[in-house]
């Protein structure tokens, strides 16, 4: 008959009886605590056909703050945490069907209402007096090394990841600076390479905040400050930013860069189409009813009409890209119409953006 490997450590540790002689023996419970019954490194639940506690050995008992009485007579369903109770519960009725010995992972609860995490090895012993033997072995040090050990990785994984988001910043914002230094080199390019300047440059600033995020998290709200401040950059026309503090919504990290071009676009073509007049644009951030919206707006020129994306050949070049960019699931939708002397681009996001 195969031993599980908690009780072969119990056995080979405390010189006490083991499954076969249990069987052999056929006895009392009695006779059983006379071997690991009374062994303190284990503890030891002897069940009936339907669960109920016969006996528990002292480290069961001080493990979960009950005494004897209190547990003898107790399903032993009722010592198990709720979310575990299916788990228990199956891998009970497999015990009693098998032959072998079955070892489990769960957690049980604490007089005082806390959980010990716990490896339960079992074994079904048939006879005159059919019961389960549970040795119960308390893993609470184990597990939270165990946290400690993935802690410690999630933080050298994040640091790994931020000095590659940092790296990454200075490349892009190295072949900002070449464009740059080209445009200067070549006036008439200027204005052609301005927009791959802008682009790469919102990019670099993503990997910037990317680089100093202590979390894996990018939001929306940054985002929009990544595009703001990209625009600054380029035009001199103040931009309202409108973010309120409670909305920290997560973008998706495949769609941040994405993200982050098509609000860089929207905002540098409000800009770019606003009134010379009153050159006002304002980006607004809300979130309601499980999705986000973005609203930019400007000043208009009086014959500006709505951008149609569906109509390719009259889009630019920063609404084409931004056509591209947009998920074909639905989950991101834009739309442009007019309000009195403004006009509006609204960007309607939802999961999985």
């Known amino acids: 008959m195969p031993v599980p490997p908690l009780l072969s450590y119990v056995i080979c540790n405390s010189k006490i009886i083991n499954y076969s002689a249990v069987e052999k023996s056929r006895s009392r419970r009695t006779s059983f605590s006379c071997g690991c019954y009374d062994t ?19 480290y069961v008992q001080s493990l979960l703050g009950r005494s004897a009485a209190d547990l003898v007579g107790r399903s ?21 069907q098998e032959t072998r010995s079955s070892s489990l992972e769960i957690q049980l609860r604490h007089r005082d209402g806390s959980l010990k995490p716990v490896l339960i090895s079992g074994q079904w012993l048939s006879g005159p007096e059919p019961h389960g033997v549970l040795l119960v072995l308390d893993i609470s040090k184990h597990k939270t090394r165990e946290e400690q050990l993935l802690a410690q990785e999630r933080h050298r994984r994040n640091v790994l990841i931020r000095e590659v988001h940092h790296r990454i910043k200075n490349n892009l914002q190295g ?30 600033l993503l990997y910037d905040l990317r680089s100093r995020s202590r979390d894996d998290g990018i939001f929306l709200c940054d985002l929009a400050g990544v595009a703001v401040r990209a625009c600054r950059k380029i035009a001199p026309v103040p931009v309202t930013k409108d973010v309120p ?21 929207l905002l540098y ?32 020129r009086k014959a500006s009409q709505e951008p149609n994306l569906d109509q390719t050949e009259t889009l630019g ?37």
């Open 76 to 96: 032993w369903e009722e010592l198990c945490h709720a979310r575990d109770l299916i788990a228990a519960r199956d891998w009970w009725v497999r015990l009693r």
């Open 317 to 353: 070049t920063g609404l084409q890209l931004v056509r591209s960019l947009l998920p074909r699931d639905g989950s991101a939708i834009l739309r442009f119409y007019r309000e009195g002397d403004d006009m509006i681009a609204k960007l309607t996001l939802r999961p999985p953006v």
């Open 245 to 265: 503090h409670y909305c920290n919504i997560e973008v998706d990290d495949n769609e941040a860069v994405a993200v982050a071009l098509i609000l860089n676009e």
């Open 269 to 300: 073509n409000a800009i770019k189409h606003g009134s010379p007049d009153n050159p006002r644009v304002s980006l607004c951030l809300r979130r309601e009813q499980g999705q986000a919206t973005v609203t930019i707006r400007n000043r208009c």
């Open 40 to 58: 303190g490194i284990a503890g030891v639940l002897h069940l009936s056909a339907d669960g109920t506690v016969i006996a528990a050995n002292d």
């Open 175 to 204: 072949i900002v600076g070449l464009l740059q230094n080209q445009a200067l080199a070549h006036p008439e390019l200027a204005e052609t390479l301005q927009t791959p300047i802008r682009q790469i440059d919102s990019i670099a």
